[in-house]
C-alpha cells in the first residue's frame, strides 16, 4: 500500500508541475462556463421591432408598450405599410414588425409579424416571445405556463452539457496523454519492472485525475448555482453519484486510447476525433436529437455525453429522483464495464 501511494503522490506531483496542465484543468471550465452562461445564450434580447398600423388607438398603444417594455424587443420605428416594414428588414435596419389589422382594436386579433427568417430558430422564438406578449389582457386570448424554465434561459440547457463535455476531455483525454507519456520518456519500462504490479501502476495514475474532475465537477456546480443563477432542484447526492459513473467511464476510454496510440500527438488526434466532434455534434449539446436525420440519432446512441447530459438536465433542472434517470444511469454503467473490460484486455504489461 505505501508503494501504491507512492506512485499516487508522484503523479499527484507531475501534473501539479505542468503549468500547461494546470491551465487547462483549471481555466479552460471557468471561461468556458463565462462563455455558456454569457456570452453564447439562445435569450431573446432586444430584437429590432417595427411596428405597423393605419391608426394608433389606445388598444394598439397598449400592447405596443408592452412590447417595448418588456426586455426583449425594442420598438425602432412605426409605418403605414408592411411593404416599409419589409424594406427596413432587408437593409438590415430592422429584425421583426408587428402588423396591426385595420379592426385590432375592436377584435384583438389580425396582427401579422413579419421576420427576418436567416436563423429560422431564432424567427421562432421571437414570434413566440411577441405572440405571448400581444396576448396578455385582462382578458386573454390563451394563458401558457412554463415548468422549470420560465425566464427560458439558455444557460439552464448549457450547463448540464458543459458539465459532461469538460468531465470527458479532462478524464478521457489527459489520462491517455499521461500513459501515453510515459511510453514516450521510456519510463513505463521502469515503472513496470517495479514490485508494484502493472495494473495498480495505472489506477495510481489514474486516481489524481479522478479527484481533479470531482473538483472541476464541484466548481461547475458551484458557478452554475452561484454565478449564472441555475438552479439545483435535484439531489447533490444523486447528482454526485451518476457523474461518478460518467466520470469512471471517462477514465476507462482515455485508458482505451493510451493502449491503441504510441506517441501524445496520437493520442491527441485520436481523443479529438472520438471524443470532442461527437459531444458537441451528437449529444445533444447544441441540437436536439431528436431533430437530426435517423442515422445521425443512431450513431448519437454510442455517444456516452449524450446519456449523461440528458440525466443532469433531469437531476438539476426538473429536480427528479433517481427512478427518473434509471435508463441513462444503466446505460452509462454498461459502457463503463464494457470499455473498462476491453481497456483492462489490451493494457499489456510489456512493452513492444
Known sequence: MKQFLSFVIKEARHILRDKRTMLI????????MLIFGFAITNDVRNVRTVVVTSQMDPQTQAVINRLAA???????TAVA???EAEQLIRSQKADMAVVF????????????????????NMAQQWTNYATGIIAQ?????????LLYNPQMRSAYNFVPAIMGVLLMLVCAMMTSISIVREKEQGTMEVLLVSPVRPLMIIIAKVIPYLVLAFVILSTIL????????????????????????YILLALSLGLLISNIANSQLMALLLSAMVLLMPIVMLS?????????????????????PRYYI?????????????TAVAREVTILSAMTLFLLAVSLKKFKTRLE
Open 310 to 322: 440528458a440525466a443532469m438536465r433531469k437531476l438539476m433542472v426538473m429536480g427528479v429522483g433517481i
Open 284 to 304: 445533444g449539446m447544441l441540437f436536439p436529437i431528436e431533430s437530426m436525420p435517423t442515422i445521425l440519432q443512431w450513431v448519437s446512441a454510442i455517444v456516452p
Open 222 to 245: 458551484f458557478m452554475a448555482r452561484f454565478v449564472l443563477d441555475v438552479p439545483l432542484q435535484g439531489s447533490l447526492l444523486w447528482i454526485f453519484v451518476v457523474s461518478t459513473i
Open 101 to 120: 389589422g385595420q379592426n385590432f382594436a375592436a377584435r384583438k386579433s389580425g396582427v401579422q409579424f413579419i421576420v427576418d427568417g436567416a436563423d429560422p
Open 81 to 83: 405599410t408592411p411593404r
Open 25 to 32: 484543468l483549471f481555466v479552460m471550465p471557468v471561461v468556458l
Open 137 to 145: 389582457s385582462p382578458q386573454p386570448i390563451a394563458n401558457s405556463k
Open 70 to 76: 418588456s426586455e426583449y424587443f425594442t420598438i425602432t
